[in-house]
């Protein structure tokens, strides 16, 4: 707490200031143990944070405050109504006028799963009628893997572009689909982007057996943030202390305290009926604990997915999100425990992708027999292969495991389906199904020699 005050105080002495400042000088108007290479560290931070500009070099390096006005240098559109404004406002000060804050254990305990609610009741309808797309009996997941390269583009776009990523659209769509890094941009940027990839493929793909509890979260922080945080730490709850870009938050840093708490977050989790209650519950809390060195944030923009595609809603890809507004929303949890300007980005940002996500199954004329019954037709597949079967065989095997494990309507194409998966299987279509490429091959050979 102590080297936070301090560096408050050295951005209000800046802020006073109407010529740049050598290090020298600075330490010189400051009150208090201050050394020149903590000075020299925090002010490296503050700069990267956007509060402080930087002329010359080496001995001639001064510094001076950046005084920006209220949406200086951003888009004028805002996703906040009225009374979020007034709240953004607040936390748009300099930093240096706004107290330090820690974490409030009296706010998340005033929560009551289905009796408190952040989404109020009239929003909440609204986005259950935008967002539902398929029946209640439909398997988990299906209508994510219905728009899964869409929801792999958007959501692997955004959420790194929220971060700072500077891919464009078009560079992530080929870095995902095709593998085609673009020319000019870090690693690191590189490495976000097919981070979220795999977390992504791993919410659908689990999608069935996916449930809300710590190991859940711990995996997706794993996927997220797999090299660009130490090994040790990936996945892990932090053994450090962590500060936020931006804002006067400090967080829990007991790394027991950070456990209990998460597993007391996602217990409350759990319990909330409401799937967008719960999107927002976790997209808040996650964000808010910052159980994790680092990645938090994408953590949360993920968990928050977790309700929505297991209940095959359309999924949050924060379209239109501007940075700064994301930004905003989120430090007004950190300062002021009020959720109301992420609310109304969160219902700005999904209403949008519900309308485009229905232009995108149109333009795709979606195989929905083909989607609901994957599972069942890989079982089928798997067993033909590994069971040597050919000719007619395939065909009344088929249509035995369709008369026990599919509705009557839809048995027919679902034999089609798998005759189909069977004339194009190859290396990369039996991967996850529990077969080798050898027993592949042996099946193919089998099945060349008998013309």
Known sequence: MESRDKKLRLLHQLSQETDPLSVKELLDKLEGDYSERTVRRWLAKIMKDGLVEKTGKNKAARYKIIQRSFRQGYTTRSCFGEESQIIVEKIRRPIYERAPVAYADDWFEAYQPNISFYIPLDSRILLHKAGMRLNREDPAGTYARQIFNRLLIDLSYNSSRLEGNTYSLLDAQKLLLEGMGAEGKLDEEKMMILNHKEAIRYLIDSAHRLVINSETISTLHYFLSEGLVEGRLSGKIRDHGVTIGGSTYLPFEDPKRLAIQLERIVGKAALIKDPYEQSLFLLVHISYLQAFSDVNKRT??????????????????????????Y??????????????????????????TCAMYDSTVKMMGFDEIRVRYRQERRGVVRHIVLNSL????????????????????????????????????????????GITPGQLAVWLKARDSLG
């Open 300 to 325: 949360g923009r993920l968990s928050a997915n977790i309700p929505l595609i297991k209940n095959n809603l359309v999924p949050l890809s924060f379209n239109d999100v501007e940075r700064y507004d």
């Open 327 to 352: 930004t905003s929303a989120m430090i007004s949890i950190y300062e002021l425990q009020d959720v109301r300007p992420l609310i109304d980005l969160y219902l700005f940002s999904y209403m949008r």
């Open 390 to 433: 050919f000719g007619k065989a395939i065909e009344e095997y088929a249509a035995s495991q369709a008369i026990q494990l599919i509705k009557e309507a839809d048995r027919e194409f679902f034999v089609h389906d798998v005759v189909e998966d069977l004339e194009h299987i190859d290396q990369i279509r039996i991967v996850g199904m």
